[in-house]
Each structure stands twice: as C-alpha cells, then as structure tokens.
T-cell receptor, first 113, second 113 residues
Framework: GDSVTQMEGPVTLSEEAFLTINCTYT??????LFWYVQYPGEGLQLLLK?????DKGSNKGFEATYRKETTSFHLEKGSVQVSDSAVYFC????????????FGAGTRLFVKA | KAGVTQTPRYLIKTRGQQVTLSCSPI?????VSWYQQTPGQGLQFLFE???????NKGNFPGRFSGRQFSNSRSEMNVSTLELGDSALYLC????????????FGSGTQLSVL
C-alpha cells in the first residue's frame, strides 16, 4: 500500500544550524509530494510541493527535491530560525481511482536561540 | 475569503454514542477530505469527496462514514464510539480535487470517555 516514512523527532537544533528531515515513500502510481507544516497553535499549511521527478519545491528557505530513483523527498534548510519550530509532515497525493493524501507521522523541530 | 471551517471545535462523548462533525470548505472548492490525527498514529486518511461522490476511502471500519452536500459542505459520522476514536479530526478542501494543495481547517477535538 501507499505509505510515507519520515524521521522520528523531536529534532533539536541551534539557530543558524543546517536542517535535514528525511522522508521516503512507497506509492502505486506516480504521486505528487508535499511538505506541510503545523506551527504551534495553528492549522496545517502547505510548505512546498513537487509534482514530478527531479522537481525541486522551495519556500521560506526550505527546499526538497523529488527523487524517484530513491523514492525520497528530504526537507532541507541551510540556516534555521527559532520561528521554524513546528511539526513538519511529509505527504504524497496519488490518484488510485480517486485522489487520496497519505501523511508521514510528522517530525517535531525545536530551534534554540 | 473565509478558510475551511469545522464545527464543533471540541466534543466530549461516551462510548457507544454516535457523533457528527461538520466541515465547510473554502468557497468554490469542490473537494473535501477527512483525516484522523492522534499522537500515536499521526495523520491518517479517512475519505475524500468530490461533487458529492466519495472517491477514495482509507482503512477505517464501517463505523466511520461521511457525505458531501451539493454546496460542497461535508459531514462525517462515527457510530458506536470507542475510546480509541478520541482524536483530532481534520478536514481539508481543495479546488478541483486534483494534486493541488490542501487547505486545512482547525479540526474538531473529539474525546470519548
């Protein structure tokens, strides 16, 4: 079945550190890939997306590249800020006779000043 | 433009009861999907509707059901509640039900006692 596996958290970093959150997927068909973020006290919102192999999604300094050969979509940011503290969800959206979105378990990020 | 609205925000029920949750999508959005969020299982896909038709369903028992009305508003129903149904239930909408991003509501927090 379709699934998303992302690294367990929490991840604790100091401000300006480099961030990587790993995400791999299994899917029937050809999914679109997403990272959603949930800031404290707020709802889930889209961070970035990629719809085909080798596409790079980017937003707010975050990047992720759709790697079909390794079925991965790792999230990276060169220099994190305290305001990046949140829960990050990797997700795939696939059409299997109707669309569905499958989420990873989420990775909580704490950034210390 | 108003966002995705879910009501009620909080619910407390007892085992064996049933519950109905409501979701109003962003105006013009024709697709609504539902998710169950728990600390142990993360975000799990329940079902997705487009133009009043259920197009896909996750791996949940038949006690979980839903429907979508002609104005795109959606309801989900859980019958014969169990303790394990305690969760945050999230609704999301998107414009055409394709691989575009999802817009999430704030959720309904259901507690089953």
């Amino acid at each position: 079945g379709d699934s998303v596996t992302q690294m367990e958290g929490p991840v604790t970093l100091s401000e300006e550190a480099f961030l990587t959150i790993n995400c791999t997927y299994t899917a029937t068909g050809y999914p679109s890939l997403f990272w959603y973020v949930q800031y404290p006290g707020e709802g889930l919102q889209l961070l970035l997306k990629a719809t085909k192999a080798d596409d790079k999604g980017s937003n707010k300094g975050f990047e992720a590249t759709y790697r079909k050969e390794t079925t991965s979509f790792h999230l990276e940011k060169g220099s994190v800020q305290v305001s990046d503290s949140a829960v990050y969800f990797c997700a795939l959206r696939v059409n299997t006779g109707g669309f569905k979105t499958i989420f990873g378990a989420g990775t909580r990020l704490f950034v210390k000043a | 433009k108003a966002g995705v609205t879910q009501t009620p925000r909080y619910l407390i029920k007892t085992r064996g009861q049933q519950v109905t949750l409501s979701c109003s999508p962003i105006s013009g959005h024709r697709s609504v999907s539902w998710y169950q969020q728990t600390p142990g299982q993360g975000l799990q896909f329940l079902f997705e509707y487009f133009s009043e038709t259920q197009r896909n369903k996750g791996n949940f028992p038949g006690r979980f059901s839903g429907r979508q009305f002609s104005n795109s508003r959606s309801e989900m129903n859980v019958s014969t509640l169990e303790l394990g149904d305690s969760a945050l239930y999230l609704c999301a909408s998107n414009l055409q039900g394709g691989d575009e991003k999802l817009f999430f509501g704030s959720g309904t927090q259901l507690s089953v006692l």
